[in-house]
């Protein structure tokens, strides 16, 4: 059975959350649920179109489309970026003394932090 | 309550999570009779007007009416009849309580570094402060410090809950972060997947506050008979004038661009060089500006050395000279969160 995968140009396997939100997607598509038109019937729901509407509607989403569902929902979309990265940056995941567990990245930034503390109660 | 400082050569700025701002760094001691002619009348005192443990001070350009016998730069600020008189009126602007101990996060250039003690000194400890906010009273108990040139990275990389924020995007990129300030310009070096060599952390003294005096100086040389009878020109005109290279002079735009391009082009020489001597292109992907002064010369830095990629640590140009409190506050945030300190 051919399969087709749609990922969104913002998706990233290295994100926590981008790749959860691609293993749903997968998920979808492996039952035979096209990601890309459950998006498009969403939008067009939004855009006030019934069902029976867009079935009509052998238009598919062209550009032009596109363009104006985009800018009419320009502020929605905005909005909803950043109540997600709100979301992101209010995620904490907390060891069993009740820390903070940190990534990669923090624990090296933190590192050079402390190094230069100890520089100075080393003097 | 929280409370990161800079008590820098040129501005005192302050952040104290919310909000934030800025005096010019300028402290002068006043007699009595001096306190008692500006607080006699008055139902509050004006701004810049402060007492701080029973002595009197004008802060910032309140002290600009007053003679300045010196205005002492680098570590000899760290003194608590001087830092601690910053320190005063940044508490004073920055904290709504009239009373409560503060957790003090300051930055300080690394040329400093061997005198943060003398700085932690300078801060902690009682300040009953009189100002226009009337009477406050702060017990500073606790002093963290950071190098100015971290704060910078630190804001671009993490968000304000202390958290990597991944849209830095500059992981597998070597970065030079350089830190333009009034009195010095200071670097470090970041290696790929944002790892900081702290032995690379130097100060260089140059700044803003050289470019400033070349450019007033100029200013009015070229305009001789305006400026005759002009005493102290108001800091922040001269400032927005280097921006724009127009002074506004009453109702008349001087056009001034050729001395704010000849005041700005010698910081840009010596930063170059700071940047050449480092490594260069050679040596980095990119150079990471922070610091007020920074903002000034970025677009000349850019067109000085085309093929370095220079990004600004903040975004919005006018908050450059906050990018190191902001950083400050982000990393003792972080540093809270993995010893389980911070409040959710």
Redesign the interface.
Known sequence: MKRSKTYSFRLHPDDDYESDAMVVIETWNNVSINFRSAMTDAILHAAGRTPEMYKQDDTQLTPALMRKLFSEFKDEISDLLTSVGKIREYVDVEDSDGHAALDKVESRLLEALENRQAQKSNR | MKLNFDFGNADCKWYNGIDYGYFRHAIAPLTDSQWSRVSGHAAELPLGYIKVNGLAYAVGDAARRYQIKQRPTGARRYEETYYGVGLAMAMSQALDSKSGKVQLRATHAPQD??Y??DLELSARGVWQIQSHRGEQIFNVTEVK???EP?GGF?HY?????G??T?SAGI?EQTVLVLDVGGHTVDVVAVDE????D?TS?ASTRIGVLKLKEQFESELRYNNKGRFKSTGDIDPRRLETALMTGEFQFGKLNIDCSNEAREAKQMLVNDVVEIIQSAGGAAGYSAVLLTGGGAALIYDMLCEAIPYLDFIMAEKDRNRMRFANVFGAAK?FT??E????K?K?
Not at chain 2, 157 to 161: A, P, Q
Not at chain 2, 193 to 196: E, K, L, S
């Open positions: 570094f061997d943060t003690r410090t950071l190098d971290l630190y990389v993490l968000n304000k809950d958290r990597f991944k992981e997947n944002y790892t900081i702290v952390i990393i972080l540093q969160l993995s010893r389980g911070a959710r």
